[in-house]
């Protein structure tokens, strides 16, 4: 090896030197790293020092000096530089001008005459032929380094690709769409696998582009399930506005199936629609050809035959079959759940480090205002799901202005049976008027319908101030959205925006997809592991309604041997106590 590593977050490397340059034979196309830098030093171009110290970095990455590192070597190991520069702790910005220096180095190699080789096979070229983009090219790429057909390509591989540039700083909507954008041509080409078979794709039909008559019932039925009172409907069968959506979103997966993939050509209601035939064919084809989860369908289901069994226009119909039907469909055993869940858990202290890391970006960027406002809100974002699992849809209906905010600064009102800490209750002796950070949520507000009333941790407060007071004014752009997040238009920040903004941060700073409920089990699960017996407290966290919901969710990961092991370390105890 001819150059030394450099020191964490430096950009000073120990430089290749430059071989005489009297000989180079300016009509032969460099091959080398070595012939490269040759050539260049004939006329340096700007920065040639730093050019210089890339080399030395791709020498120490790759094993092998300036002479024998051929430039394709260097072309084909364009997209694991960053991967081997983070794992050696450099700094982003030195990360940022290695990155851009290697792609300096493969142009100017590239003007000298050398061009790349894919290597790729007949199949894999012609995969190649129809990408357009970088990125898909990128994709592309990797997928053929790693898989000899397109026919071996599985999800878990394109995963792994964009879990790589996210990490580099793409967007997921971007690496989501170049994805999707492979299935397809996969796809089209025929040269696809199993993984190209049904690629992610939505076979749904807007509830606008329902038949008129089906369009006013289902519309009917959702009005009817939300609202406060309704004739004939049971007094615990109202719904909120998320399963109102839910239900809505199984309509039109179900009146999809059935013309785009059944093919029927006379559905004009919901009697049409709603048969056994077409029912048990969809569920059938849900589960063994899209691969979709037994309980998944049950709930969806569950809701269409709730509200379809109770509504007077629908009493008449024979639903008798829904019952069988869903009782036959299969469901994952409880041990089978928790071994998923357990793949996906994330170290809580590993999301509880997102913020710093965002922040210390944010400190180091040169970007605009705008940009920065951004990384505020992504650390204030994440820091929120860290001190306060909240469900996505409170998150997403926090207001901070408006006609009812329910997060708010004011005095805490007299006879209130809110908690108080030890610093709320000094500040109060020194002043009685002190004015504190609370939320609020009414009964129609929260999942589980109770009155969330609390002061707002003091962890969060400086960050949610700053944010208030100077970055989301700039984020807003003269809107006047009273949402605490908000999205890159200044409007209230919708549920995609926060799905799609928290798995991306967890990626890119926590090497892992984490959904915002995601934050919610870890951080159960990490505050049972510190207070095994304290359900209570964890269940008023989650602003569940009965401590046996907590226990029944979160009471699962503490079984059998969690009590062998408490029967142990207390048999030790005994045993030490009698020694």
């Given at each position: ?131 357009t983009s970088a990125n898909g090219r990128s994709l592309v ?68 582009q329902f038949p008129s008559k089906m369009q006013s019932e ?362």
């Open positions: 090896m001819i150059a030394n590593i450099l020191q964490n977050g430096s950009e000073i490397a120990t430089e290749i030197p430059i071989q005489s340059t009297q000989f180079t034979d300016v009509r032969i196309s460099p091959q080398t790293v070595s012939d490269l830098l040759d050539r260049l030093q004939q006329a340096p171009p700007k920065g040639f020092a730093m050019l210089r110290s890339t080399c030395a970095i791709l020498s120490s990455y790759l094993d092998k000096p300036a002479s024998e590192l051929k430039v394709q070597e260097v072309f084909d190991s364009n997209e694991s530089l960053r991967d081997f520069l983070e794992s050696r702790k450099y700094a982003e910005n030195s990360i940022r001008t290695y990155v851009n220096n290697q792609r300096i180095l493969l142009q100017h190699a590239q003007i000298f005459g050398w061009k790349p080789s894919n290597n790729l096979s007949v199949a894999w070229q012609k995969v190649m032929d129809c990408v790429s990797y997928l053929a380094k790693n898989r000899n057909t397109p026919q071996e390509v599985i999800e878990e591989d394109v995963l792994d690709w964009s879990s790589k540039k996210i990490g580099g700083g793409t967007s997921i909507i971007t690496t989501r769409r170049i994805a999707g954008s492979l299935w397809r041509i996969l796809k089209e080409l025929d040269l696809g696998g199993d993984g190209a078979k049904n690629p992610p794709s939505s076979y749904g039909i807007p509830t606008d289902v519309k009917e039925l959702t009005r009817w399930k939300q609202a406060n009172f309704a004739p004939g409907r049971p007094k615990n069968g109202q719904i909120r506005e998320v399963t109102a959506h839910c239900m809505d979103r199984t309509f039109r997966k179900l009146y999809g199936y059935a013309i785009k993939v059944r093919g029927e050509k006379e559905i004009a209601c919901l009697a049409d629609l709603i048969t056994e035939s077409i029912v048990t064919g969809f569920v059938e084809w849900r589960i063994n050809e899209r691969k979709v989860k037994g309980q998944s369908i049950i709930t969806g289901l569950a809701s269409l035959r709730a509200a379809m069994r109770h509504h007077p226009a629908f009493k008449t119909m024979d639903l008798s079959w829904f019952d069988p039907l869903m009782a036959s469909i299969p469901v994952e055993p409880e041990s089978e759940k928790r071994a998923r869940k357990a793949e996906k858990y994330v170290d809580y202290a590993r999301l509880e480090a997102i913020p710093a890391k965002i922040r210390e970006k944010r400190l180091k960027s040169r970007k605009g205002p705008f940009d920065v406002a951004q990384y505020v809100q992504d650390e204030l974002l994440i820091q929120w799901l860290t001190v306060l699992p909240w469900r996505q849809r409170n998150i997403r209906e926090s207001r901070i202005d408006g006609p009812k905010p329910n997060i708010f600064k004011g005095p805490i009102p007299r006879f209130s049976d809110i908690a108080k800490p030890k610093w709320v209750l000094q500040e109060e002796q020194q002043n009685p008027a002190a004015r504190f950070w609370q939320f609020h949520f009414a009964p129609h507000e929260t999942k589980t319908h109770i009155d969330v009333h609390s002061l707002m941790p003091k962890q969060l407060i400086p960050l949610l101030e700053e944010f208030i007071t100077i970055h989301r004014p700039v984020l807003l752009k003269g809107n006047s959205s009273h949402t605490l997040f908000v999205n890159e238009e200044g409007n209230p920040a919708t549920e995609r925006k926060i799905g799609q903004s928290v798995s991306e941060l967890a990626l890119r700073y926590a090497g892992s997809h984490t959904s915002p409920h995601r934050f919610r089990d870890i951080l159960a699960y990490t505050w049972l592991e510190h207070h095994p017996n304290d359900y209570l407290s964890l269940s008023k966290l989650l602003w569940h309604r009965n401590i046996n919901t907590t226990l029944k969710e979160y009471g699962s990961r503490f079984n059998e041997s969690n009590g062998v092991a408490a029967m142990e370390a207390w048999l030790e105890q005994r045993g030490a106590g009698s020694a």
